[in-house]
Each structure stands twice: as structure tokens, then as C-alpha cells.
């Protein structure tokens, strides 16, 4: 089964710092990758997905982007933090099966002051 | 408009009673719909997952129902723990890359 690795746990960064948020996965090749963010009392908001190495799809325009250097990294960025962007950024991988089942990592805290 | 919406938003049970979290969902096409238990600060967990045709499935003593035609699901637990507590979330399916979230269920068991 598969593994899915996020750094860092938590992080509280200043307005306009730049932001490297990390997904690893283990266990499954030619994974599905997603980014989320949810926010309090909010329900999970899609940011990215891709469906392989150097393929994203926004969901939502922001100042946040993607990148998928190997089949197994999903990294997530911004050039400038904005007060908006504090959230629990969750990664998620989904296998192929019939169901289309997707697993979610262990989220990171982002806290902009 | 897609959308899922749960109830009650959140609950408190004495440990070892039984709850009931609802569903209730507007989204077409209509793919799948899981539940998935969030503790605080952690990713969330799939507890089932149903298509169209299954109107229940159980893992352990989470037991959940699908009524496809007044669109609406439940997530019955059964003889609660403390280690229950956490966000209930609906999500449901309408076809690849198409997930919609429910803002989920808090539940919080008793001693």
C-alpha cells in the first residue's frame, strides 16, 4: 500500500515569503497527485492535480502553484504568502481502481503572519 | 450546483452509545460516495466508499447507507469510543477529478 510523506508539519512564515511545501509518495507508481487546502470549518478545497510528471491542472486561480518533478514528488509553491494562504494543505494520491479511491497524507499547518 | 451538506455539524455522545451523521448531496453526474474520518490535525482516513448500486457497507462498527434516489447517506456508529472523536467527512464523486466535500460532522465522545 502506499505512503504518502509531507513536509514540513507545520510552518508559520511572514506575508509575502516565498513557500516549498512537499508530497512524497511511496508504494505506487504513476500516481494521481492532489493538492487540498483546507481552511477552519471549511471543507477541502482542490488547488492541483496531476496525472504525471509535469502535468498540472489548476483549480482555482491564485498566487499558488505546482510542480511535479518525479512521478512520486508534488511540490507546492508561491512566490508571495498573503495572509489568505494559512491553512492545512493536505496531499493526496490516488490509485488506479475502480473506485478511484484517493489517500491523503498527513497535511502541513501553514500559518502566515 | 454541486454540493454536499452534513449534519449535525457537530455532536457530543457518551462513550459506548451509538450515533447517526447524515449526508445529504446535489451532484450529477453521480460517481461514488465515501466517508472519511479526520482526527485533528492529520489527513483524512477512508472509512467506506459506495457506488450507485450499494445502499451499505460496513468497516467494523462504521456502518454506512446510500439512498441513491433521495440522494442522501448515513454514517451509523455503533458502541462509540473515545478514539471516535474527530471530523466526519461526506464526499462525493461526480466522475474522474471531480470530488465534492462536505464541511463534515465534529464528534466528540464522552467518557
Known amino acids: 500500500s502506499q505512503t504518502i510523506h509531507q513536509w514540513p508539519a507545520t510552518l508559520v512564515q511572514p506575508v509575502g515569503s516565498p513557500l516549498s511545501l512537499e508530497c512524497t509518495v511511496e508504494?505506487?507508481?504513476?500516481?494521481?497527485l492532489y493538492w487540498y487546502r483546507q481552511a477552519a470549518g471549511r471543507g477541502l478545497q482542490l488547488l492541483f492535480y496531476?496525472?504525471?510528471?509535469?502535468?498540472i491542472s489548476s483549480e482555482v486561480p491564485q498566487n499558488l502553484s505546482a510542480s511535479r518533478p518525479q512521478d512520486r514528488q508534488f511540490i507546492l509553491s508561491s512566490k508571495k504568502l498573503l495572509l489568505s494562504d494559512s491553512g492545512f494543505y493536505l496531499c493526496?494520491?490516488?490509485?488506479?481502481?475502480?473506485?478511484?479511491?484517493?489517500?491523503f497524507g498527513p497535511g502541513t499547518r501553514l500559518t502566515v503572519l | 450546483k454541486n454540493q454536499v451538506e452534513q449534519s449535525p455539524q457537530s455532536l457530543i455522545i457518551l462513550e459506548g452509545k451509538n450515533c447517526t451523521l447524515q449526508?445529504?448531496?446535489?451532484?450529477?453526474?453521480?460517481?461514488?460516495l465515501r466517508w472519511y474520518k479526520q482526527d485533528t490535525g492529520r489527513g483524512p482516513v477512508s472509512l467506506t466508499i459506495?457506488?450507485?448500486?450499494?445502499n451499505t457497507k460496513s468497516n467494523g462498527r462504521y456502518t454506512a447507507t446510500l439512498d441513491a434516489d433521495t440522494k442522501q447517506s448515513s454514517l451509523h456508529i455503533t458502541a462509540s469510543q473515545l478514539s471516535d472523536s474527530a471530523s466526519y467527512i461526506c464526499?462525493?464523486?461526480?466522475?474522474?477529478?471531480?470530488?465534492?466535500f462536505g464541511t463534515g460532522t465534529r464528534l466528540l465522545v464522552s467518557p
Open positions: 493526496a494520491c490516488q490509485r488506479q481502481s475502480s473506485y478511484n479511491e484517493q489517500f
Open positions: 508504494g505506487t507508481s504513476n500516481p494521481n
Open positions: 496531476s496525472v504525471g510528471i509535469g502535468q
Open positions: 449526508c445529504n448531496y446535489t451532484v450529477s453526474p453521480f460517481s461514488n
Open positions: 459506495m457506488t450507485f448500486s450499494e
Open positions: 464526499v462525493v464523486s461526480a466522475g474522474f477529478q471531480k470530488l465534492v
